[in-house]
C-alpha cells in the first residue's frame, strides 16, 4: 500500500497519503529517521550534494528525513493545488515564519480583530520591533477589506472562525480583493482542517495548521505547518531554513500517526459538538451558543456556503452572572479538564473573555462566555455533567 494520484476520499487520503515507498521500505508506517550528520561517501559526494536541491534528500539533519518529509508530503495533498509545506515545532512558530516569508520592513499587515491571541502578540512585539506595521479589521469585513488594502499593504491574516468568538469570515471576497492588488493571503485553518476547509483550492496562498490540534489528535506533542500555493513555497521554505526552523523526527512520526484517524475523529468530534451544542441551546442559563454551524453564530450563511463540516471547539455565552458563577460552573465540572489548547480526545473547558483582545470590534454579550472543547467521551455523559455546571452557576449567579 502506497501513496496514490488517483482521486479518494478524504478518510481514504489521511491514510495513504505520504507513505511513499522509498520512505516505509516495506513498513506500513515511515519509522522514525533520527539525524543530525549525514556521511557522504566521499569529498566530491559531500561538494556535490552542497550544489543540489535538498528538497527529499538528504544533506543535513535540519533539513529532514524521510519521517519529516512524509508528514509534509502528506498535509500537501490534502490541499489541492498546494505546492508543498515546511513543518514548525509549534503553531505559533508556523504563523511566525509564514508572515516573516512575506512581510519586510515598512510593509503592512492587515490581521482579523478576532485572530488567536500568540498572533496577536506577534504583531504588536516581533512584526513591530521589524518595522512592520498592523492595521486590525472586522472579521465579519468581507469584500470592504478593499478598501482597507493600502500601498503599503502585503499581507491579510485570516482565522475562520475565531478561536474565541467564532465569526466565520467571507474568506473567497477577501481573497478576491487581495488577488487585485498582489496582497498574499494568510489563513489560520486549525479549526476546519483541510478536510473542512480545502484553503488552497479557495484561493488562499499560505494556510497554517497548529498540528497540536487535530492532526496529532493525542494532546501529546506540539506541531505545526504552512502549506503553501504555487509561487509561494520556495520563500516560505528559504525563510524557514534561514531561521533555522525544523520539527522533531518523532514529532513528525506521533502527527503521521495522529493524522491516519483525523477523518474519523474529526466526524465524532462534528457530532458530538453539534449534539451538545443544540442542547445548550435550550437551556435557560444560556443565551446564546457560538457554533459556526447553528444560525446564531455569525457569519452562518458563510460557513453553509465554504465549509464541508465543524469541528469539536465553540463557545456559549451565559444569561448573566458574573466571573464567580461562571467559575462556579466550571469548577464543577469532572469530565471537562480545564486547559488551554484542544483537538485531543479529551474534552476542555476554559472561561473566554474576546474583548480582552479586541482593537476595532467590540463585542456585547448577555453574560460571561465559556469555550469547550468536545472529545472523544460519550455526549449524553458530557451533556450530564454540564447540566451539574450549570446548576452550580445558577446557584452561585448574583
Not at 543530525?36 to 529532514?64: E, N, P, Q, W
Not at 482597507?148 to 491574516?157: E, H, M, P, V, Y
Not at 444560525?295 to 452562518?300: A, K, L, R
Request: charged share 20%.
Amino acid at each position: 500500500m502506497s501513496d496514490t494520484n488517483k482521486p479518494v476520499g478524504d478518510a481514504t487520503k489521511v491514510v495513504l497519503a505520504g507513505r511513499r515507498k522509498e520512505w516505509t521500505q516495506g513498513i506500513v508506517s515511515p519509522p522514525v529517521w533520527r539525524a543530525s550528520t549525514i556521511l557522504y561517501d566521499s569529498v566530491s559526494h559531500l561538494r556535490d550534494s552542497a550544489t543540489r536541491d535538498t528538497h527529499h534528500r538528504l544533506f543535513y539533519g535540519r533539513k529532514g528525513t524521510p519521517t519529516q518529509w512524509s508528514l509534509a508530503d502528506a498535509l500537501t495533498s490534502l490541499e489541492p493545488g498546494a505546492e508543498g509545506t515546511f513543518l514548525y515545532c509549534s503553531g505559533v512558530a508556523a504563523i511566525a515564519a509564514a508572515l516573516l516569508s512575506v512581510l519586510s520592513p515598512g510593509d503592512e499587515l492587515l490581521l482579523v480583530d478576532s485572530a488567536y491571541d500568540p498572533t496577536r502578540g506577534m504583531a504588536g512585539g516581533l512584526l513591530k520591533r521589524f518595522g512592520i506595521t498592523t492595521r486590525y479589521y472586522d472579521p465579519m469585513i468581507g469584500a470592504g477589506i478593499a478598501d482597507l488594502i493600502g500601498d503599503n499593504t502585503r499581507a491579510i491574516f485570516m482565522e475562520s472562525p475565531g478561536s474565541l468568538s467564532f465569526e466565520v469570515q467571507d474568506i473567497p471576497a477577501i481573497v478576491a480583493a487581495a488577488k487585485t492588488r498582489c496582497v498574499t493571503t494568510l489563513l489560520d485553518n486549525t479549526w476546519a482542517t483541510p478536510l473542512f476547509f480545502p484553503a488552497i483550492e479557495r484561493g488562499v496562498d499560505l494556510t497554517i495548521l497548529a498540528g497540536t490540534k487535530y492532526v496529532v489528535g493525542h494532546s501529546d506533542v506540539m506541531l505545526g505547518s504552512v502549506t503553501a500555493a504555487p509561487g509561494h513555497f520556495k520563500k516560505l521554505r528559504e525563510t524557514s531554513f534561514q531561521l533555522g526552523q525544523v520539527a522533531s523526527p518523532d514529532d513528525c512520526w506521533l502527527g503521521s500517526r495522529g493524522l491516519r484517524t483525523m477523518a474519523v475523529r474529526l466526524a465524532q468530534h462534528q457530532s458530538s459538538a453539534l449534539t451538545i451544542a443544540k442542547w445548550l441551546q435550550s437551556r435557560p442559563e444560556v443565551a446564546q451558543v457560538l457554533h459556526p454551524a447553528l444560525p446564531d453564530c455569525p457569519g452562518h450563511d458563510l460557513f453553509v456556503r465554504d465549509f464541508k463540516g465543524s469541528s469539536g471547539l465553540f463557545s456559549f455565552v451565559l444569561n448573566g452572572g458574573d466571573e464567580a458563577s461562571r467559575v462556579a460552573l466550571i469548577d464543577t465540572l469532572q469530565l471537562f479538564g480545564i486547559g488551554y489548547s484542544w483537538g485531543g480526545f479529551e474534552s476542555l473547558a476554559i472561561p473566554a473573555d474576546p474583548q480582552r483582545y479586541r482593537s476595532v470590534t467590540k463585542r456585547d454579550a448577555a453574560g460571561p462566555m465559556v469555550r469547550l472543547q468536545i472529545g472523544l467521551e460519550d455526549p449524553a455523559d458530557l451533556i450530564a455533567d454540564l447540566e451539574a455546571g450549570l446548576a452550580a452557576f445558577s446557584a452561585a449567579k448574583v
